[in-house]
C-alpha cells in the first residue's frame, strides 16, 4: 500500500500515480492533495495525526516549498512504515508518532543513480534540464524536471521502494544513509498554568474548527472557558449548542478547538492557523 | 468493496480509509467527501441518486450533523447492499432504492462492544472522553471520539462488516436489532396539476444544474415552460441553445432541470436548494 | 486499470465508477475530476502531459460539452493505450502523444447496441428519453440520459472494453470503425524568432503557474527576459527567487511558465488561459 499526500490539487497528483503503477501494482491511498499550499507545519501536523491509523505502508507526501534546491529527498523507516518525501521537517513529527518505541532511521536518495520516469511516446517539446548548457542527458532519458520532483523523484523512488518489499532500504543502490541529521520540524508546545492555557492555532480543517496545540485535559471538568475574550461553554458535542453558537471542545486529535455547531469557528473567534490564543477558565465558577 | 460518502472535505477521509485498510482489503471507492456540508436532505437525494449504479457493496455515509449525541449508529441492509451511518435520515432514499422489492433490514451499533481504532506508536496528547471524569478508559484503549464517529465508530463497523463476510449481520455482538423504526427521511413531492407543478429544488449541482423534485414527464410534448416568471424553452442537450442561454431539460436523474448551456442555471434562475419554483406550461400553443 | 478524467466535480464521478465495477474488477485511477468545465482544450492538454505517465491502460475521458447531441462516441487505439470519449478532439493529443510511432485507430460506439446500465431497486422517476414521445424504451430498459454520458455510454463502453479484454476492439459488437477523421483539435504553436516569442497561455495550473506553449528551450542561457512588459529573472527553480517574486522558469512540462515564488503568477502578470504571452529576451546581455 502506498499513501499520497501533497498540496498539488489537480491533475499534478495523477502523474505521480502513474509514476507509482509502472512500478508496482500497489494499492493506492490518497490522504489528500489539498493540504494549503506550500506550508510545511500544517502538513506535518495533519499526517501526524492522520497517517497513524493506517496499516503498515509507505507515505509519498510532496509538500515541498524548496524544489529544486539542493535539500535532500529522503526515506524514513518508522517501525513498520516508511515514508518518503523532502527533507524539510514535513515528514518528522508523523514519523515519530508512526514509529512508536522503535528507532527511526533516514536514507538520502541519489538523484542520479534513481531512474527518472520516461514518458510514453514522442518526448516532451523540451526538459527542464535545458537550462544548464551543460547537461548531456536527453529528454529520452527522462531527467528530473527542476520544479516536479512528486513526479520525478518521490513517486519513482516510493514505487522502487514498493517494488522492491522487505529489505529494499538495505539493497536499493540509490539509497545512502544520511549523514547527519534531517531537518527537523517542532510543532509549537503550548504555556500551561492552572486556570490559564497560551497556545497557537495548528491548523483550520475544512469544517473551519480552529484546532489549537492546548491538550484536552485543560477542558477537563470546565464548563466554560474565554478563549481571546470571547466566553464560551465546554461542549462534548457540537450539538450541544444551537446552530450557530460557538463552543470549545476537544476535538477528535484530543486537542482543544473552538468551534461553531453547524458554523465555521475560525471566523467566529477571528483565528486563522498560526494565530496565538489565550484560554481563560478562571472564572469558571467550578474551577 | 466499500464506498465512501462524507462532508468532510481533506484530510479526515484518509483517516477512515486508514482504519477499513486495517480491518480489510476491501476496493475502496470514493462516492464524494464534498457533500454540502451537514446538508442531510442533499446527501440523501445524491445517495439514492448514485449508489444504485454499483454492483452489491458496503457503503460508508457519514453526513452526520448529530455526531456525538444520543443518535444512534445503525447498519442497513437493503438487498444485496449493507449502507453504515448515523440513524438520521440520510441512508434511508438510498436504501429504499437499493432494496427493489426486498424488505429493509435495520440494526444497531453498540458502540461499547465494537473496538474502536488505536493508532500507531505513541498515543495522542488527549481523548475526546476527557471531558467525562468518570470514564475509565485511557488513550491507549482507543476511545471514541466525541466528534469524529466516522474514523471511531462507522469506519470500524463497516471495516468489521466487510471482514466478516457473508452472515456478518447476524453473528457481529456489536449489532443488535433496532427497536422501533430508524428516524426518517422524505424527500419533499410535487404538486402536479394538468398544465402547473409546484415543486423545489432538491439540490444544485457543481455545474449549477437546479435539480428540482417535478418528474421529467412534465416536460414530455412541451416546447417551452415559464418557470418561476422565466420562459425558457424545453430541450434534450444543454447545446440545444446558444452557451449562455437558459432552459429546461430532464436531468440524468429525471427530474426537471433548470439549466445555462455552459453556465449556471442556478443563477441565472435566482434558485438555491430548498426553493420554491413554479412550473408553468399554460402558454406553451403545443398544450 | 482503467483512469477517469471529467470535469464533472462531485458526486458525478462515483456514478461512473459504479458503472464501472459492475463490469469489470479493474483497479480505478483519477486523472482528475475538476478540469475546467467544459474546457476541451484545456483538458487535452493536460491529458496529453500526464496519460503517458501512466502503464497501458484504458482512460475514459468525459469533458463534452457536446453531450446529447450527434457528436459520436469514440474509442481510440493509441499504441498500448484505449481512450474512450466524446468525439471533439479531447482525447486526439494525448493518443497521438501516447501512440508513438503507432498509427491510431478509432472506432465509433453505436449506443443502440451498448446496454445501457440499469440502477439497482426501483426504476427512478422518469426517464431522460421521455422528451420524445416516440421512443418505446422504458426506464426499466435503462436508456441513456441525454445529459449524462458519462454514465451511460462512456463508462459502460470503458467498462465492456475492460471485461472482454485482448482484442476487445476486434470483437465488440457496439464497435464499428469510424468514416472518415475524428474531429480534430490542434494546441496553438507558437511564433519563434531569435530573442523574441509569442505565444498563449495554454493552461493556468492550481499553484497559479501560468503555463506558455513557447518550449523551454526559448530560455537556454539567458538570465532574464521581459514577459508582456514585466522583466522576471530566468530560474530554474522557483526558491530561487525570494517569496512573493515572479520569475519565468521551464515547467515540468517543458514549456516556459511565468510563476511566483509561493505565490500565483496568473495574478502577477495579468494572464490567463487563452491569453496571448509575448517574451523579450532582447535586452538580456547574455543574448
Known amino acids: 500500500m502506498i499513501t499520497l499526500a501533497s498540496d498539488f490539487g489537480t491533475p499534478y497528483p495523477a502523474a505521480m500515480k502513474g509514476v507509482l503503477l509502472r512500478r508496482t501494482d500497489a494499492k493506492l491511498v490518497d490522504v489528500g492533495h489539498n493540504f494549503p499550499r506550500q506550508d510545511v507545519r500544517a502538513a506535518a501536523f495533519w499526517l501526524r495525526e492522520v497517517l497513524p491509523y493506517f496499516p503498515p505502508a509507505i507515505h509519498l507526501v510532496v509538500i515541498d516549498p524548496g524544489v529544486g534546491t539542493d535539500r535532500n529527498a529522503i526515506v524514513c523507516r518508522a517501525g513498520e512504515h516508511v515514508l518518503v518525501g523532502p527533507d524539510n521537517g514535513v515528514l518528522v513529527p508523523a514519523a515519530r508518532r508512526l514509529a512508536g ?154 486537542y482543544v478547538e473552538l468551534d461553531v455547531n453547524r458554523g465555521r469557528g475560525d471566523e467566529a473567534f477571528g483565528l486563522e492557523a498560526g494565530d496565538r490564543v489565550r484560554l481563560d477558565a478562571n472564572d469558571d465558577p467550578d474551577s
Open 101 to 254: 518505541d522503535a528507532a527511526l532511521e533516514y536514507a538520502v536518495v541519489d538523484e542520479q543513480l534513481l531512474e527518472s520516469p520516461t514518458p510514453a511516446g514522442t518526448p516532451p517539446a523540451s526538459s527542464a534540464r535545458t537550462l544548464s548548457d551543460t547537461d548531456d542527458q536527453t529528454a529520452a532519458d527522462g531527467p528530473a524536471s527542476a520544479t516536479f520532483h512528486g513526479r520525478d523523484v518521490f513517486a519513482p523512488a516510493a514505487g522502487e521502494i514498493h517494488a522492491a518489499g522487505q529489505g529494499a532500504l538495505e539493497t536499493l543502490e540509490w539509497l545512502a544513509p544520511l549523514e547527519g541529521n534531517p531537518v527537523g520540524l517542532e510543532l509549537p508546545e503550548p504555556t500551561l498554568e492552572n486556570n490559564y492555557a497560551t497556545g497557537e492555532i495548528l491548523v483550520v480543517d475544512d469544517f473551519g474548527n480552529a484546532i489549537t496545540n492546548v491538550p484536552g485535559e485543560f477542558l477537563a471538568g470546565r464548563d466554560r472557558i474565554v478563549a481571546n475574550g470571547d466566553r464560551v461553554p465546554v461542549c462534548e458535542t457540537f450539538a450541544a449548542v444551537p446552530a450557530g453558537e460557538a463552543l470549545a471542545t476537544v476535538g477528535s486529535h484530543g
